[in-house]
């Protein structure tokens, strides 16, 4: 917020980040697809690299609600897991069919508490 | 090696395919099913990750283009968020393209437990365009989905998924550009919560144990190694926790009987 744009990149610096961020993440999906060729779905190092891909999406998610960065981070704590509890709550109450009205409930609560702080 | 590719076929996928029901009538079908599906929950929290996203870009400085062209060609949220905040910061190029590497290596494993679920006859060179339009939403999506679609239809099935969830993010982050500033903090918040939200939800679909283990224990390490280190947390808590999974599951979960495998 503070920061100068002096210490930005600019101009041909920030496109040149750019395509290399791209070509970055790019190569970790054709090293993906590359290596999916070689293995089956029945194999050990596929039910490894499963759970391994589920603790990475899982400490990514927890982060961005227990770590978050800007205006979220105003939120208490206690709050963000109170509404994660109760979307859950009417998640797994019918778990067919109620992952919209689970994430309109976590969501609207979420909007709700920014409107009456 | 890609020159001995042989044409032999999987005795795992055969049984799959004879027991899935049909759920699809043809590839067309499952490409329109897949569209459908993302029109629900998984569009609309792209969408709201990408207007906060077009918001942030609009904010620090960016212009449209250099925000847009990152959604259409990174397509990858977290990575995004890292390559604008190093930019700000006058991060080198080299640092920059590293770092967002870095929070991409989930994508390798993504891939890796996707794509082997596809029909043989679809696993070619089209899958290095098809991958680009795997990102976090579509990746839970299809490993819900996928059991109960035939093999042969499930590329289409993902193919659709994925376009929309792609195509989405292009708008979504104009949008943002251009709202930003003029939306309440407390909508903000919604937009910025919807993301987590939408992935902690998907985790209770989750049914095999090994993997809601995973997911327990990459809550725990989660946090400690982004106190660490927190370019390669991702990766070192997917790691710690998988592993720590899949040897809880090979040693004491497989033995037991009901346990799902």
């Not at chain 1, 982060?63 to 509890?85: E, K, Y």
Request: charged residues 10%.
């Amino acid at each position: 917020m503070m920061n100068t744009m002096a210490d930005a990149l600019s101009g041909w610096g920030l496109w040149i980040a750019l395509v290399g961020a791209c070509l970055g993440t790019y190569f970790c999906r054709a090293i993906g697809v590359l290596l999916s060729n070689s293995i089956n779905q029945e194999s050990e190092i596929f039910r490894w690299l499963a759970a391994v891909t589920y603790a990475m999406v899982a400490a990514l998610t927890v982060r961005l609600i227990v770590m978050p960065l800007g205006l979220m981070a105003t939120v208490p704590l206690w709050i963000r897991i109170l509404i994660c509890a109760l979307a859950i709550g009417v998640m797994i109450s019918k778990p067919t069919k109620r992952l919209v009205p689970a994430l309109l409930t976590g969501t609207l609560l979420m909007v709700g508490y920014g409107v009456i702080r | 090696m890609s020159s001995t590719d042989q044409p032999y076929i999987d005795p795992s996928e055969i049984a799959l395919e004879g027991c899935a029901a049909e759920r699809f009538k043809s590839p067309n079908n499952a490409f329109w099913a897949g569209i459908r599906d993302a029109a629900g929950a998984p569009a609309m929290v792209l969408f709201a990750g990408m207007v906060g996203f077009g918001a942030m870009g609009k904010t620090n400085g960016f212009d449209v283009w250099f925000t847009t062209f990152t959604s259409f060609f990174m397509f990858a949220l977290p990575g995004q968020v890292v390559l604008l905040e190093m930019a700000i910061t006058g991060s080198s190029v080299v640092a920059i393209a590293l770092a967002v590497t870095l929070t991409s290596t989930r994508f390798i494993t993504m891939t890796v437990t996707l794509f082997p679920q596809f029909h043989q006859k679809d696993r070619n060179r089209s899958l290095y365009a098809s991958v680009h339009l795997l990102a976090m939403t579509a990746w839970a999506i299809s490993m819900k989905e996928f059991h109960a679609i035939e093999t042969k239809h499930r590329l289409a099935y993902f193919v659709g998924l994925g376009l929309l969830c792609w195509l989405i993010s292009i708008p979504g982050t104009i949008l943002g550009f251009y709202l930003a500033g003029m939306v309440p903090p407390a909508v903000t918040l919604g937009l910025v919560f919807i993301n987590p939200l939408f992935f902690l939800l998907t985790f209770t679909e989750v049914k095999p144990w090994i993997n809601r283990i995973a997911l327990m224990l990459g809550c725990i390490f989660g946090p400690i190694f982004f106190i660490v280190d927190r370019d390669t947390s991702l990766l070192t808590s997917g790691l710690v926790a998988g592993t720590m999974a899949y040897l809880i599951d090979r040693k004491f979960l497989r033995k037991r009987a009901g346990v799902i495998g």
